[in-house]
């Protein structure tokens, strides 16, 4: 399984970004896909969830995330993009997608809850 994440890069305080996570050697659409986030001197935190289709499909958000950023899928290229909408110089981080094909997890806000995971994608929001 690999998870490829991108399309991170600088952006101005109160825009937006589109990442991306390609995935291979998992379909999306029957597993648990989430975004997690590392900011400077912080811990990672959870950022974003979709439940997979056969688990309800529901999404989960960090409440500081919550009305801004979207989750969604790409089914058909196997990929899941968070659309983050009114950035803040808070929001600057690594952003890591993460995935795991269980039915159920314990806890989809918990990152040790994920199997798979890709590397970082730096987001950084100017003030």
């Known amino acids: 399984v690999q998870l490829q994440a991108f399309g991170g890069g600088l952006v101005q305080a109160g825009g937006f970004l589109r990442l991306s996570c390609l995935a291979s050697?998992?379909?999306?659409?029957?597993?648990?896909m989430a975004w997690f986030r590392q900011g400077p001197g912080k811990e990672r935190e959870f950022v974003a969830a979709a439940a997979a289709r056969r688990s309800g499909s529901n999404q989960y958000y960090a409440d500081s995330v919550k009305g801004r950023f979207t989750i969604s899928r790409d089914n058909a290229k196997n990929t899941v993009y968070p659309q983050m909408n009114s950035l803040t110089p808070e929001d600057t981080a690594v952003y890591y997608c993460a995935a795991d094909s269980r039915l159920i997890l314990s806890s989809t806000r918990t990152w040790s809850e994920y199997y798979y995971w890709g590397h970082g994608t730096l987001v950084t929001v100017s003030s």
């Open positions: 050697g998992i379909t999306i659409s029957n597993a648990y």
